[in-house]
């Protein structure tokens, strides 16, 4: 108790002299109290835990002194960059809490030397220094915001196309040319895949990374992988092929800004992709739903046998392609670009095609197409919306997305529907880095408290909680028929999976409202029951669980969608106005 009392008759003498900010003085009379204290009680026999707290509470007031002094006596030179500042007060803030947490040893022997350095720099006005502490604060973090804006564009590129036309070849290719991979790394993969008899799928190992992709030469789930151009921050989604995996590849694109459609030349390959039941036009009329704006045609593998760098080979492909992509909406002048390459030998990627190869091709290399393509700019101060891909759990929880519009920053407070959880930014990560804050475009993973990763749902969108992102049971679309299950019709009670960004949902039709002229483009009059293969409608689709979606013309990432039963696309659309949505925060 005694022990007690002397504690804040200490606190009390020992706060005075830190205002007067006298640490010389300060130091000796520590040193003295300490001794007294230690004298006192052991004469009293008081418990020893007492004398650690007295102890304790000192060495926090000289900490607490130093600190000051590092502000105040000009130990940081003037002209001192401002990390160091930051580094400084980051080990300040280190040491309160070890301070406050374990009390470690201080160091008394130290204050004379401090002393000595307080002689040479003299001490100043504390309240100019924590002034210039916080000057100096902002004007790193006015340069970290300035650094951010002047990052290099993010792009996500997905890789779509029929099986096997070289997707994961192009992507580890690129891998490599970009030195991510090295000669050893590749002779590992040839090796894994001769033993697989798999030996010309070396390069796509490099993407396909589990062991039943390895096995097969097939990919399942979208690999990622990032590299640059002298403009942009890409990240490639490799998307799968095979038909069973299409799922996978709505993920993949819903994602992507751009598309690189990969079409093989082999004979008979580009054949069997592109006619009914191969993918290539799947993924094309799925990517253009999803929000793929600009694509990359890259006819593969010219340099095989069959097909030996043929100009006419590759003007065929072109020729057929050309009225397809036109019809699924894609402006083949302004939004399309072909380009003859070879993924496996790396021609043509990252350097532009050698005349010896192939004379009659003078167009850009891949890289530059990539380097010059032009996307719709998105607003960083839209409000934000972050549709979630994935969740985990890392001390806290973490949400994976890509940002579709806003920006977000440390500290945010946010909301994640259609749960209306609030929840607050503790950390944001661009691909492996920590970042203060990241605008549209950027994939991110963002820890958030305020709710378990077990409340979190794929298609759950962190969203801004002044303007949240809608959220119904039931909405209006107008919907383009692709191809019906056993060319069934289509009509009220028509049930199929909705996929809409990262949402996955069983839905019904539950009215057919008109039918849209092909020639006008207009809805019509007259009164309808159903549609067959090919007619647009405008129709109510309703889900039972609430989901997140905008009007098309509001937010197209969050209002394009398709439309699936037993594993094919049967349609495609978009949402032109939202029942009953609740988006209260
Ligand atoms: P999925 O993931 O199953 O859709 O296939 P993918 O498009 O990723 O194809 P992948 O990269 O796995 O390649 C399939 C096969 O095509 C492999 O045997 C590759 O070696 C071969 N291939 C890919 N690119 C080229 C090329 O430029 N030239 C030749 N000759 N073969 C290629
Ligand atoms: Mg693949």
Redesign the pocket.
Known sequence: MLSGVFADLFRFVALGFVIFGDQVVLCEVFLYIIDLTVEFTSLQHVHHNSVINIEADIRALQLDSAEENNGVGGVIPADQNSDGVEIVDKMDEDLKDEVQESAPVPDVQQAPEDHDQEMLHPVHNPAKAKEKAAQEKAAKEEAEEEAEANKKRHLNVV?I?????????????ILFLSGQVDDRQIQKYEKEAKEKS???????YI??TNEE?RA?????EVGRAHFETESTRFTIL?????KS?VPNMISGASQADIGVL?I?A?KGEFETGYERGG?TREHVQLAKTLGVSKLVVVV??????TVNWSKERYDEIEQKMVPFLKSSGYNTKKDVIFLP?????G?NIDKSMDRNVCPWFSGPSFFEVLNAIEVPPRDPNGPFRMPIIDKFKDMGTVVMGKVESGSIREGDSLIVMPNKEHVKVVAIYCDEDKVKRAGPGENLRVRITGIEDEDILAGFVLSSTVKPVPAVTEFVAQLQILELLDNAIFTAGYKAILHIHAVVEECEIIELISQIDMKTRKPMKKKILFVKNGAAVVCRIQVSNSICVEKFSDFPQLGRFTLRTEGKTIAVGKVTALSGASSSA
């Open positions: 890789f196309g029929h099986v096997d036309a070289g997707k994961s070849t192009i992507g580890g290719q798999r030996e010309s799928w070396y390069m796509a993407m396909d992709e097969k030469g097939k990919t399942v490799d998307a799968p092929g095979h995996y990969v093989s082999r993918q593969n593998k010219m340099d095989d046998p390459i070879s993924g496996l030998m021609i």
